[in-house]
């Protein structure tokens, strides 16, 4: 027997914005809320326990110290990923240096918040 990831919690000023953010990207809805503000979000009509992982945005006013360790990665399912882009920069993505060369094939963002995640080139099925 093996462990699956189920859902990924990210520490957030203003679990609000980052649930609205995160949901229009990943087409989720909102899933629960906790008393201390957590909002989790998640694929409709499966939620927790389905074949993606949720969302927590917990909150949190610790500023980041660090580069982020782990990051989340994002494919397109219905359109290229220079559409995808458009469509990520519009919901308030923005554009994130962490070095690149230039020569890439994906794309790093930084989410509302400033955490940083990447566009990937290849189209994938929608779950």
Same mark, same amino acid.
């Given at each position: 027997?093996?462990?699956?990831?189920?859902? *990924?919690? +990210? $520490?957030?000023?203003?679990?609000? &914005?980052?649930?609205?953010?995160?949901? %229009?990207? #990943?087409?989720?809805?909102?899933?629960?809320?906790?008393?201390?503000?957590?909002?989790?979000?998640?694929?409709?009509?499966?939620?927790?326990?389905?074949?993606?992982?949720?969302?927590?945005?917990s909150?949190?006013?610790?500023?980041?110290?660090?580069?982020?360790? *782990?990051? +989340? $990665?994002?494919?397109?399912?219905? &359109?290229?990923?220079?559409?995808?882009? %458009?469509? #990520?920069?519009?919901?308030?993505a923005?554009?994130?240096?962490?070095?690149?060369?230039?020569?890439?094939?994906?794309?790093?963002?930084a989410?509302?918040?400033?955490?940083?995640?990447?566009?990937?080139?290849?189209?994938?099925?929608?779950?």
């Amino acid at each position: 027997m093996a462990c699956r990831i189920s859902e *990924l919690v +990210i $520490d957030c000023v203003d679990p609000e &914005r980052l649930a609205s953010f995160w949901s %229009e990207v #990943l087409g989720y809805v909102e899933l629960g809320r906790e008393e201390d503000g957590s909002i989790e979000i998640g694929p409709p009509g499966t939620g927790f326990g389905g074949p993606q992982p949720t969302l927590v945005l917990s909150p949190s006013s610790d500023p980041r110290p660090t580069k982020l360790r *782990l990051h +989340i $990665d994002v494919n397109p399912t219905d &359109r290229d990923q220079d559409a995808e882009l %458009e469509r #990520l920069l519009t919901l308030g993505a923005e554009p994130a240096d962490v070095g690149q060369t230039g020569t890439e094939t994906w794309h790093v963002l930084a989410d509302p918040e400033g955490n940083e995640f990447c566009l990937l080139r290849t189209r994938i099925r929608p779950v």
